[in-house]
């Protein structure tokens, strides 16, 4: 008999490799202002980026402020990113048409985080009911998540669930719709704060995916640890 019965997935650099729709977007929004997408243009695209993400507090999820507010302050994020960028380079163009094009870009972008990341997926789907979790806008993350849906049994997108993680409403709410306990879910993502320390506080057994070999200084101890997507296979 199975351990678990449901395997709850993150999206984005665990299912979905963000960096590269982030660069990838960047690169066309670039086309588009008649530049060269050069390194020096990529370092000053990520410099105004973070500044504008720092600026937006959107890693201070454990606030109230943010939790009630998180997507807004979100979008608000993307216009303040190309404000800075365009005033970097000295361009008029509206931030928020180049907001709106990133957000149409990078809902068309859906590349896997590993070559084989599909083909786990699938053979995970013919053992346990697989769920998605992501911190998201809606009409940005549904369409990414087109490969994946003959596979998943149900997703949870935090803009439409009104909570974000690692908020415990978050999934507290997710086990009410799933009609499960904590016990019968493991979760599996790459983000300490929101994937790890949010599932645990419920009671979730989590598997962290550290890919790039984080080191962590916690006391919190997760079931699993891999750095392959492969390694599900070999752990469940």
Known sequence: MEKYRYLIFDVDDTLLDYGYA??????RI???LNMAYTEQYAVLDEKCGWRAWKESGLDNTGQNDIQVNYHRYYYQYHVLHYTYLMEALGKTWDPNLLAEWYMEIVSDID???ETDTLYVYR???SRYRLVLATNALERMQRKRLTVFLPYTYKIFISETMGYIKP???FFVRMLDTLECCPQECLMVGDSWANDILGAKQVGIDVCYYNRIRKTIYDTIVPEYKIQKISELLEIL
């Open 22 to 27: 982030y660069r990838t977007a960047q690169n």
């Open 30 to 32: 670039a086309e588009r």
């Open 111 to 113: 590349a896997l985080m």
């Open 123 to 125: 053979k995970l789907a």
């Open 167 to 169: 908020a415990s409403e």
